[in-house]
């Protein structure tokens, strides 16, 4: 960016195993032999799912990614996205477990390998990036200590922080250890958080857990909303995937959050599912109601508070 003034534009929140190349999906599935899901091509062609819904199409991309070659091409296409759309770097989430041992698809080191080839492949392109380990919230923390032992012994440097997501089915207040024992490795905690969930959940995940980052938080109350901008606690929200995976969530809360002071920032989510960029997310904000000062406050929180550009 040649306008120091202007922070960087980050991709605050977005899957490896939901940002996958639609056509890789398509050319993927067709060499394997598998018939696409009816509830990923409604994604694909804009239609609002159930959650259960959008799982069943997350997984169909998750089991593709067997090998090195395919988490590479999943990191690209993460890469390349962003970078069409005007961005420098994005924080990714990612699910090694799940992958690894709930699968036994890949290995740990060829997932590794693949999300660092694909990282090299970023950085040519002038992007930004770091990973975050994501724990499945209704698997509960029993997953989470079992993600802790196969990630810890040799962590990638390029791993910078622990979040869960799936089902909000656990309480938070029951994954604190799991939290805190990924604190002390020196990762940094988020969680999806009033998502598919109470909004309550957003409370309990900062008081009881010690997160410091929600992903959505969209049912929470004003009095929660106040205590996240007290905390200044980052929130990282993301329209498209908001409109199809809780559309009861109406209107969408992202101005009055701004407008009680909370840190928020856009992401993209699962563009390879439900189909969006940076630009599209500025836009949905931009229709809001959001003027160019709330617009610019979303950018320059995204990079404030962007795990990829902080050491």
Known sequence: MNDPSIPPLIDRHTHLEGGLDPVWVRREAERRGLGLPAS?????????????????????GAALLDSREAVREAVLAVARRTKASGGSGFDLWASPHFLVVHRGQISLDAFWRGLEEGLADAETLGLRACVVLDAVNHFGPLHGHSLLNLTLPDLPPFVKGFS??????????????????????????????????????????????GVVRIVHGL??????????AERRIPVDVCPSSNHALAADVHPHPLPRMLRLGVRCALGTDDPGLIPCDLGSES??????????????RLRQNGAEDAWCLQD
Do not use: Y
């Open 40 to 60: 990923l091509e409604a994604l694909w062609s804009g239609q609002a799912q159930p959650f259960e819904g959008f799982i069943e199409a997350f997984l169909f």
């Open 219 to 228: 049912r929470a109350d004003d009095a929660t909303f106040e205590l996240l």
């Open 164 to 209: 869960t997501g799936g089902l909000e089915g656990c309480p938070f207040r029951d994954w604190a250890p799991v939290f805190d024992r990924a604190r002390a490795a020196g990762l940094r905690i988020a969680a999806h958080a009033g998502e598919n969930g109470a909004g309550s959940n957003v409370r309990e995940a900062i008081l009881d857990g």
């Open 283 to 296: 836009r949905a904000a931009a229709m809001m109601g959001l003027d160019e000062l709330a617009l610019a």
